[in-house]
Structures are given as C-alpha cells and as structure tokens.
Nanobody, 118 residues
C-alpha cells in the first residue's frame, strides 16, 4: 500500500509564507515525477508545480517567482515553499506522485488546507 501524507497547511495573512511537505510511504520501485495541485471552493483542481526525478521543475504561471518545489529523493519527500501568499492561493493542496511498482501508478494525498486572509 502506497500512501502520500501532506502537512504544513494553515491560516496565514496575505504576504506570508507556508511550507508544505508530502511524505510517500510504501513499497515502490521508484518515483518519477512529483507534483502539487490545488482545488479552491467551487473550482476544478488545478496543477501548481512539478518536479522530476532529475530535479527539473515547472510551475503554473500564477505562482512563478513565489512558490518553490523541491524533493528529497532519499526520503521520498516533496516540498512546496510558498512565499508572498495571496488570498487567491486559498485552496486544498494535494500532493501527487508518479510511482513505478513494476508498472506505473499515480497516487494522491488527502490534501491540506491553505487559507490566506487579506
């Protein structure tokens, strides 16, 4: 059983910072890409950032320059450092991992709430 557990969400004032963490546990051969997504109330889940096993990163335009994704391959962790938070960043943030267990699988965490007040 593969599990992803996020942590680090909370309530912060606009302009503040939060650091989200995601830990992947279970029997896996390797993790290729890891990413963060978010879903605001009444909206569809949207992609935020991705990091490959080689360390290449990509971000949705709205968070470029404010958010930084990183990973610890030895610990199977992925992080999202969020600076300069805005009220429109308020959402449930989900971690996603593309995992190889013989075949390729995609796993999601349960989400962590981020609320930014103005």
């Amino acid at each position: 059983q593969v599990q992803l557990v996020e942590s680090g969400g909370g309530l912060v004032l606009a302009g503040g910072s939060l650091r989200l963490s995601c830990v992947v546990s279970g029997r896996i051969d390797s993790i290729t890409a890891m990413g963060w997504y978010r879903q605001a109330p009444g909206k569809q889940r949207e992609w935020v950032a991705t990091i490959t096993s080689g360390g290449s990163t990509d971000y949705v335009e709205s968070v470029k320059g404010r958010f930084t994704i990183s990973r610890d391959n030895a610990l199977n962790n992925v992080y999202l450092q969020m600076n300069g938070l805005k009220p429109e960043d308020t959402a449930v943030y989900y971690c996603k991992a593309d995992v190889r267990r013989g075949l390729a699988f995609v796993y999601w965490g349960q989400g962590t709430q981020v609320t930014v007040s103005s």
